[in-house]
């Protein structure tokens, strides 16, 4: 154990949380744009998305709540943020571009939320909170890009919220490797339970069948 | 030049985002407590606090708006949320506990917004947006701890409500400091502008002389 | 019925929406200086204050998780907001002033929640919605006062946050009866369930039955 | 004076409250559904309507940021929320309904914000509050309908968020003209400042020339 888990261990940090039902799933941004290397992407993406695909499916066979999220400025950039002037390029993704479109491997199904955000987090402009609110989500699942990005705003937002945030690990990516791992160490030690795809699976799977 | 940072330069993040005024300083979680390396201190925080010292009695002179936050859960505990749950020890941290008092080295004064909160951000659940935009604050000066915990976190949503954040990084600090290089490299590429203090009032100086 | 009822009815308003478990109890602001007709109470509040004696009391017999607001302002005013502007004399509650004090009659007990607040909505720059999702609320019951303002206001966010708001008629008040009426009016068309204390408890324990 | 005037002052509400720039516009759901008094309409919507256009055209003048907002649920209704439970037939109005454009008299131009949102408050789940901010907006006329609906919920929202309301009465319209009158005394005494569309002009513009 490095010196830096022992401080934050000993200080009281990164107490285990386990999963409690019911169970939603939010996918961050898997968005074309994300997904091409020459654009936003890069690193462990791509194999996040294929992680994803085995994860949406088994979420939709239990029913749960299912959210998307696609980053969407306005075609005329109206609504260009600070975030869009520390990276300019993201005001290419609009309404029509086949940048901001999710990915053909996690195609949203009706019933589905499908939500326009500009900032980083997936709940700060939008209803992510009430709608998970009024399903009685209490641990919300997140796979998507990128790790030190969108995902781990909107991990601490969902802990801010009132929800559970289980970051399933395999799915979720970063252009940058390092970016990813150092996140996910501070999401770990303060914010989130951290899963493998598999063992999430089965950890939730078996917290269901406690309450029936 | 790194390898990350390349990919990150060519795909547009980490753009120059000059301070804009109105300017405004938040001093996030410079309570005893964060203080106290037996708690929940140690790393860089101790030399953060001595180097925020210059950056109030500044911020004062030129009357800016000033915002301390604190750590404060209810005595009985009946606001425990999903923070408390990963770090269980910070539920110490009430009303009257010395941990949760602000250090003597920057005790507010009048006229300066003094938030309670429970969460990492300064914005979630207080109304420092709303106070900053009643005050047209445009660029808001960051100061704190922990770099990688609530700094980033008020960070992100700084930018979040519109405001432009400037990290003063040798006023935030953090007990591991890895976690706070690895938070800096993040908040540089993607949310804020960095500077040393020094660099900071010069600057910021400097472009309010332009307005008048 | 009048012209007005039929129009609201004709276009789809209004629509019945039964109480669904589980349940939250939100008093708001019945503080000493909305109970005294000489600061801010008069009109129906006194009464409103005896009749949630009762709502209270079942609230806590059932368990129910039981939220109180008070209007506190920094004994500095710092934190003078908009709404000060246009009621100068708000700012008089600060934490220690007695106005700013629960009546007696409705003390809180350890594990009910206590917010601070500033704003109309007890939801606004609080933890609120936060806490409630936590414990999976789905419907909340509101008593306080005035009906035509921090009631409502907090009526409109609990909806906007995905809680069934269930205005408890007889244990809300204000110091204008023309301004209460016109208010239930209007958060029965367009936001609310309005019942009497006593049909709300037989109800909510209704619907709590056919669960178990 | 009615009696219930006689309480408000002197209980130290509806104080004066100056526009102070810079100003924004804000119009509220002016769509083609609310325009129709066979669908939401009626009332004095249509006159507030005709009223708005010369508003408008000042405003771009004047350079003032301009917003606009749209009621747009999902296509499939997947976000369906507690509004919607009450007000079933709102779920009609999506992206491509004609019910859900903005009217033709008012149609936004390049770089005018244009939200769409499912509550009633223009600022709840929206990026509007940030989008202000970063324009130094103080002041906030608002216009559109219904006033006792998400005009009123607006009102609150701007004053909480730290802009002072400016509801222009001539410009906003209800389909009931007793729960409009109801709702601007609120508005008076509590939130905001009421101007006929041309004293707001003068007034706004002689705020304006006393900084040059």
């Known amino acids: 154990m490095s010196a830096d888990h022992t401080i934050y261990q000993k200080q009281g940090f990164g107490a285990t949380m386990p999963p409690k039902p019911p169970y939603g799933l939010l996918i961050v941004d898997f968005i074309n744009g994300f997904a091409d290397p020459g654009r936003f992407g890069g690193g462990n993406i791509h194999a996040a998305i294929e992680c994803t695909r085995g994860l949406l499916a088994e979420a939709r066979s239990r029913k749960w709540p299912v959210v998307h999220t ?32 999710i990915v053909p491997q996690l195609q949203p199904v009706g019933g589905e939320l499908v939500l326009r955000k500009t900032n980083p987090s997936a709940f700060f402009g939008t209803s992510l909170a009430s709608w998970l609110s009024q399903r009685s989500v209490q641990t919300l699942l997140i796979a998507g890009c990128t790790t030190s990005g969108c995902v781990r705003a909107s991990v601490v937002d969902a802990m801010c919220h009132g929800f559970r945030p289980l970051v399933v690990t395999d799915c979720v990516g970063d252009r940058s490797l390092q970016a990813h791992d150092a996140n996910l160490f501070d999401m770990n030690q303060k914010y989130a339970t951290l899963m493998f795809r598999d063992d999430a699976l089965d950890a939730t799977a078996a917290f269901e069948a406690q309450l029936s």
């Open 70 to 101: 696609r980053v969407v400025y306005q075609d005329d950039g109206a609504d260009a943020n600070i975030f869009a002037l520390k990276v300019p390029t993201i005001l290419s993704l609009h309404e029509a571009a086949e940048g901001s479109q």
